[in-house]
């Protein structure tokens, strides 16, 4: 099949019809975005004939009914209420984090700057900030910790404007902080509500699956277009724009949330200190194992994630397709793989649960096959650009793009609901703030491999991280029978 030569659909009007509505883009990206548009929507056609097993009244939702004296009806009224309350804050921040993310690159090449200086300080910021960040989050407050991210965030987008090294390396600085905010102060808060209201653990599920992957990649569809035509309005610094008034929406909309902590705060034992709560979650990571390969499981995975990420903007642009890359545009494409993966999570799920194994040890097969998958999708660039001609592996390196883009949807609510089965509520801030520790120097690694390292030896290294996260996922789901959760306080 051929993108360039329109093999892929026959759509001659359909194109011409795209071509006069969309902003001047090359026909294969059209053609593209086309396939997933289909695909994307034969999925969810699918998926809404598809009723999992948490929609329907379980053993423990009838104990929750009795103990509450509540409806069905009016339980999963107060759990949507609660659902939508968090997921419109997440998915507003998402959008705008998507949206400078898919110029940031193109901006500072416009800048004419050091680029891979600028993305390393990044990634060395939140590798530096990350043990602490965790435990402030669950001493002070997560909806605190939020309101903090969203600060952070508009003045970094606003340093952005300026063409200047030392206010782009400030904002790279704050960049590894608030980083680090997003991936822990938002879902420590979530999770801890969640069970701080009653609802089942089950549920928590769907939630993971409509933030991670299908909201995030409908979002992050969105912001590749809408960061396209910002930029053809505005230049490179237009998304940035959008993302400081899509940022300032959020910081509305979370001021609303209750505030919630780490688990001695809650309780009211004021004597529970910030070097405590550092310490006792560095000694619960040493002490359990499990917790432990959580956290490198997210670190490899992650980090690869992140190199692929820092990698697919400029191996397409080295390759020449005929009409150029407009990155929005395939951008938007690669999220729509993004979202298909989170729409496969749940029935991935309950097929292992039902043909495989357990439904307690689902999730953790469900990870080993998203990271062999991944893998194996990483080893196409990196055979393809090492062993042939540049022009005749770009329609399999597109495709290696968008199976590694389902993967990171597969894998990303089964790694949420991982951490929530693995770490318990009251460390939640600080052990996943201690994850991103390795996490960063993998990611400061993979960036400093793009700069001395042939695209098809990274692209390999990528695809060994993918391999041993599922060899250590494995050791998960192949562990003992009849372990149980981690007791959540």
């Known amino acids: 099949?051929?993108?360039t030569n329109h093999s892929i659909i026959d759509d001659t009007q359909m194109t011409g019809f795209l071509s006069g509505v969309l902003p001047d883009w090359p026909s294969w990206a059209l053609n593209l975005l086309l396939v997933m548009t289909a695909v994307l929507s034969i999925t969810l056609t699918i998926n809404h004939f598809y009723t999992p097993d948490d929609e329907k009244e379980s053993a423990e939702e009838k104990k929750l009914l009795e103990s509450a004296h509540k409806t069905h009806e009016a339980l999963h009224e107060e759990f949507n209420n609660f659902r939508w309350s968090y997921l419109s804050v997440y998915l507003v921040i998402m959008l705008a984090d998507w949206m400078q993310g898919t110029h940031m690159y193109t901006l500072y090449l416009s800048y004419n700057v050091n680029i891979s200086a600028l993305f390393l300080t990044g990634f060395l910021s939140g590798a530096i900030f990350a043990p602490f960040l965790g435990s402030l989050v669950d001493k002070f407050g997560r909806k605190r910790s939020c309101i903090v991210y969203?600060?952070?965030e508009i003045i970094i987008n606003w340093l952005e404007h300026y063409n200047s090294f030392g206010l782009l390396l400030l904002g790279r600085v704050l960049g590894?902080?608030?980083t680090n905010l997003l991936f822990s102060a938002f879902e420590s808060w979530m999770t801890t509500e969640h069970r701080r209201k009653g609802f089942p653990e089950e549920w928590m599920q769907r939630t993971y699956s409509e933030q991670c992957s299908i909201g995030n990649g409908a979002t992050a569809i969105f912001a590749g277009v809408i960061a396209q035509v910002l930029e053809d309005l505005f230049g490179h610094i237009g998304p940035f724009?959008?993302?400081i008034a899509l940022t300032a929406l959020a910081l509305v909309l979370v001021s609303r949330w209750d505030e919630n902590y780490g688990e001695d705060k809650e309780e009211g034992h004021e004597n529970s200190s910030l070097y405590r709560q550092f310490t006792d979650g560095w000694k619960l990571v040493a002490r359990d194992s499990k917790i432990l390969r959580i956290g490198l499981i997210q670190a490899l995975s992650e980090g690869g994630t992140y190199t692929f990420v820092f990698m697919w903007v400029p191996t397409l642009l080295s390759m020449n397709p005929p009409g150029g890359?407009?990155?929005g545009c395939v951008f938007?494409?690669?999220m729509m793989a993004i979202t298909i993966g989170g729409i496969v999570f749940q029935p991935l799920e309950k097929f292992f649960s039902t043909r495989v194994t357990s439904k307690s040890r689902a999730p953790e097969l469900s990870a080993v096959f998203a990271y062999v998958m991944a893998s194996l999708s990483m080893s196409v660039p990196a055979i393809c650009l090492c062993c042939a001609p540049a022009s005749t592996c770009f329609e399999k390196i597109i495709i290696s793009f968008i199976i590694i883009e389902f993967c990171v949807g597969l894998s990303s609510p089964i790694a949420g609901t991982l951490r929530a089965k693995y770490v318990p509520d009251a460390y939640q801030g600080a052990i996943m703030n201690i994850f991103r520790l390795p996490l960063n120097a993998v990611v400061v690694s993979g960036t400093y491999a793009t700069d001395v390292l042939d695209q098809y030896k990274v692209f390999g290294i990528v695809s060994a991280l993918f391999l041993?996260?599922?060899?250590?996922?494995?050791?998960l789901a192949l562990g003992e029978k009849g372990e149980k959760q981690v007791k959540k306080d």
Not at 468 to 475: F, I, R, V
């Open 1 to 3: 099949m051929s993108l």
């Open 150 to 152: 969203c600060v952070l």
């Open 176 to 178: 590894g902080v608030s």
């Open 241 to 243: 724009r959008g993302a």
């Open 325 to 327: 890359v407009p990155t």
């Open 332 to 334: 938007s494409a690669l």
């Open 468 to 475: 041993a996260s599922a060899a250590l996922q494995a050791t």
